[in-house]
């Protein structure tokens, strides 16, 4: 079940393209910080003075503070340094971003399949206690566009290194992992969130699939020629 999305069109038009983005409604409670996920409408909102990272599909987790954009090469953010957006790019891939209202800490994660068997969500948690003193049961996590279920069928080698976030897949320990088979991403990114300790009541997801919606989201399954990313960013603006 989805929790409530807001789409958002911004109030500024440059030419004639004027820009469209989703809000999570749970994050507009906290006054303290702005948010967007990115959709394939935001082409200019894309532009915004955001820290990103060279996404390389890896577990590493980098602190932004001090960094310029495309510094350094990983797959999420932290900072609690007020006007330092972070950003990560997806096409398919999980973005998932989240807020501390308790120390104002703000993390953006990027979630496929590799960074998700590299349990790089619950890595952004342990970075944010370490860094920021946060505790996860404070925690709240927004999850935006990426490819769902029901279009993500992958091969054995990804099934493998997912198996361990989906114990219900072999109940029969004789029995063989099937090869191929449809993957919920978000899933065990919630499961390795919960396991981390931010309660499951607090980790929302719109529900969007960028497969299925070509009208609003790039997909790199769907169009492997397109180039196009989607940017999620958010900042604590005080
Ligand atoms: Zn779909």
Not at 17 to 38: N, S, V
Not at 79 to 103: E, Y
Not at 213 to 225: G, I, K, M, Q, Y
Request: one cysteine or more.
């Amino acid at each position: 079940m989805a929790d409530p999305f807001l789409t958002r069109q911004a109030d500024e038009q440059r030419g004639s393209e004027r820009a469209t983005y989703l809000q999570c409604e749970a994050f507009l409670e906290f006054e303290w910080l702005d948010h967007a996920f990115g959709t394939r409408h935001s082409g200019w909102l894309s532009a915004h003075p955001a820290v990103t990272l060279r996404q390389i599909h890896s577990d590493r987790v980098h602190t932004a503070n001090g960094l310029a954009d495309r510094q350094c090469e990983g797959d999420a953010l932290v900072t609690d340094q007020i006007g330092q957006r972070i950003g990560v790019r997806t096409a398919d891939c999980v973005p998932l971003l989240i807020a501390d209202p308790v120390t104002r800490a703000v993390a953006a994660v990027h979630a496929g399949w590799r960074g998700t068997a590299a349990s790089i969500s619950e890595k952004a948690v342990s970075r944010m206690a370490q860094e920021f003193g946060s505790n996860p049961a404070h925690l709240h996590v927004a999850i935006g566009p990426a490819i769902r279920v029901c279009c993500y069928e992958v091969g054995p080698e990804v099934v493998a290194e997912l198996a361990p976030f989906f114990p219900e897949w072999t109940t029969d320990p004789h029995n063989a992992l099937p090869a191929h088979r449809n993957v919920d991403l978000v899933e065990a990114n919630r499961r390795t969130l919960t396991r981390s300790g931010v309660p499951a009541s607090r980790i929302y997801d719109g529900g969007y699939c960028t497969m299925c919606d070509a009208e609003l989201f790039h997909s790199f399954r769907r169009d492997p020629h397109d180039p196009g990313r989607m940017v999620s960013s958010i900042v604590r603006n005080r």
